[in-house]
């Protein structure tokens, strides 16, 4: 009686891990990602020689560098710049308000930070069309930045590359750089990103299956005369970026990668994210392995299994060629920045590893743009000359 009791409570210890491992992995393959506005404004002064808003103060929101603020529940939207004050017993901050767009804002309003500067194609002031790309799950939106005229590079494109759980809108902040180089720009989506067609699933691949519709937009850029790419990639979609770099048929004519806070293994980050998260390392490497399983994956409706060692870059990877730069900062606690050490150190041949000031996961940009621009301008111009 008691060996048959501790069996079932080991049986039952054990369907709760498995369930939770399996909550786990959902998680790590979901799309959609909450933005919640989460504080509230304080005050607003227009009064003042420039604009300025009152928000509650946190490691966010006193952070140097230039970020954005949704409010309204998403009905309006402000650039906010440089800190003008910080009150430690009220415990709020106030910061410059270079610019908003949509509903008035007002005191009292709920609001969401975020990094996303700017936010629309019409905020850089260049000229832009919305195309669509061509893919195997229908239309996918994207957004053209053509070269001027007088410019040198007009068959040179960038191609930038969105990470998980974000949209076009992220990699904005690359455009002004690759623009001012002389080459074309194409912002993309891929499946199941809200822009594009969803897959079946509707499960992210982790890159895996995403970079084929990117490969469909260097398809559409090469039938617009095209003729060499530097690729753009944050986040996830640095993985994206390294796959192309792989399997392309396009690969011969990717002339660099720029890899912003890069997926460069994702079993490592996985982990980094259980860590940071305090659940259970049995947990997190039983999730990896409901992601790999021909029969546990159906459990989180993946159509497919991930490869996740094909996603290491860094023991993986030999077969990495194409000069790289990345951008990372040692702040990130999504992506640890030791990752990109190693992958740097594991390709030292081609890869150059720019860190920045200490920022959350793909804040680099909006902490320190001027070293963040420069790094990227340098770099193109040995690559694009």
Excluded at 211 to 240: C, K, N, P, T
């Amino acid at each position: 009686m008691i060996l048959r009791s501790a069996i079932a409570v080991c049986g039952l210890t054990i369907l709760g891990m498995l369930t939770a491992s399996i909550a786990i992995a959902k998680n790590i393959v979901g799309t959609e990602t909450p933005r919640r506005e989460s504080m509230r404004i304080a005050a607003v002064g227009t009064d003042e020689p420039i604009p300025v808003v009152t928000l509650p103060l946190s490691a966010a929101t006193r952070a140097p560098g230039e970020y954005a603020i949704w409010y309204d529940y998403g009905r309006g939207y402000a650039r906010v710049g440089e800190v003008v004050a910080v009150d430690e017993c009220a415990s709020v901050v106030t910061r410059e308000v270079i610019s908003s767009v949509g509903s008035t804002l007002r005191a009292g309003q709920t609001a969401r930070w975020s990094g996303v500067v700017p936010s629309r194609p019409e905020d850089l002031e260049l000229p832009f069309t919305t195309v669509n790309i061509p893919t195997a799950l229908g239309s996918a939106p994207a957004t053209r930045f053509d070269a001027t005229p007088h410019q040198s590079k007009p068959s040179m494109w960038a191609i930038h590359i969105h990470g998980q759980g974000a949209t076009r809108a992220g990699p904005l902040r690359g455009i002004p750089v690759t623009h001012s180089a002389g080459l074309t720009s194409l912002v993309v989506s891929y499946r199941n990103d809200q822009e594009a067609p969803n897959s079946d699933d509707r499960r992210s691949m982790l890159g895996q299956t995403e970079w084929l519709d990117v490969e469909a937009a260097l398809d559409y850029a090469r039938e617009q005369g095209a003729q060499g790419f530097v690729l753009v990639g944050w986040s996830m979609g640095a993985s994206i970026a390294l796959l192309l770099a792989r399997s392309s048929k396009h690969r011969d004519l990717i002339l660099g990668l720029c890899l912003v806070a890069p997926v460069t293994d994702w079993r490592s980050t996985i982990i980094a994210g259980g860590r940071s998260a305090r659940l259970p390392a049995v947990l997190i490497r039983l999730a990896m392995h409901v992601l790999a399983d021909s029969s546990l994956r159906r459990t989180i409706q993946l159509k497919e299994t991930i490869d996740l060692h094909a996603l290491d870059w860094i023991r993986n990877g030999s077969d990495l060629r194409i000069p790289t730069l990345v951008l990372h900062s040692a702040g990130d606690k999504s992506v640890p920045i030791e990752l990109s050490r190693k992958f740097s150190e594991a390709h030292k041949d081609t890869v150059e590893l720019v860190e920045l000031p200490a920022t959350p996961h793909t804040l680099e940009w909006n902490r320190d743009r001027e070293l963040w621009e420069s790094a990227l301008a340098q770099w193109l111009s040995r690559r694009t000359d």
